[in-house]
Structure formats: C-alpha cells, structure tokens
C-alpha cells in the first residue's frame, strides 16, 4: 500500500489550495484526509466512497472543502477554499479515519 500527497504550501487566509493523493497497491474503497496540526493529534477531515457518490466532512470543513476521486488515476482530491489559519496542518490521506496506511503528508500553511 502506498499513499503519496502532494499540492501543499503557503497562502494567505481566504485562499484556496487543491491537494492530491495518488494510491497503488490496493484497491481503494473508502480513502480518508487527515490531518494534524502542529502540537495536536490527528484529526479527520473527510471521506470519498469507492464510487466517489458518497462524501463525508468534518464540520469545521464542511462547505469549504470538496473531496473528490479519479479512480482512473488512482486519485483523490481535496480542494479546499476560504481557508483559515486553524486549516495549518500536515495533510494525510489514508486508509481509515484513523489515518491507517497514510502517505508522507504534504504541508499546508494558512499565513498572511
């Protein structure tokens, strides 16, 4: 199982950042972002289905972040918009809400 993301950097509150996740080596129903904050643990921040029908946010995402898949490209996305400085995380996607089989991460900073 492999996990890479990628798409992370700095940008100023309000703005938008869209973060992929390419997997290999197993077939993916549900993949899961993740992330943790500097000094916190892990926090779930959204789920796709295998059919990319069904999505799932945290609330403190819900309506400024839309999870997405490309099962052609053993992809998943996540396009994140108005965001704010307590979006500052490592992002992760993974395998279960837990963060099972996650990737590197990729850095996400909210700064102005």
């Known amino acids: 199982v492999q996990m890479v993301e990628s798409g992370g950097g700095l940008v100023q509150p309000g703005g938008t950042l869209r973060l992929s996740c390419a997997w290999s080596g197993f077939n993916a129903f549900y993949i899961y972002w993740v992330r943790q904050a500097p000094g916190k643990g892990l926090e779930w921040v959204s789920t796709v289905s295998r059919d990319g029908i069904d999505t799932y946010y945290a609330d403190s995402v819900k309506g400024r972040f839309t999870i997405s898949r490309d099962n052609a490209k053993n992809t998943v996305y996540l396009q994140m918009k108005s965001l704010k400085s307590e979006d500052t995380a490592l992002y992760y996607c993974?395998?279960?809400?837990?963060?099972?089989?996650r990737g590197q991460g990729t850095q996400v900073t909210v700064s102005s």
């Open positions: 993974a395998t279960a809400k837990v963060g099972t089989n």
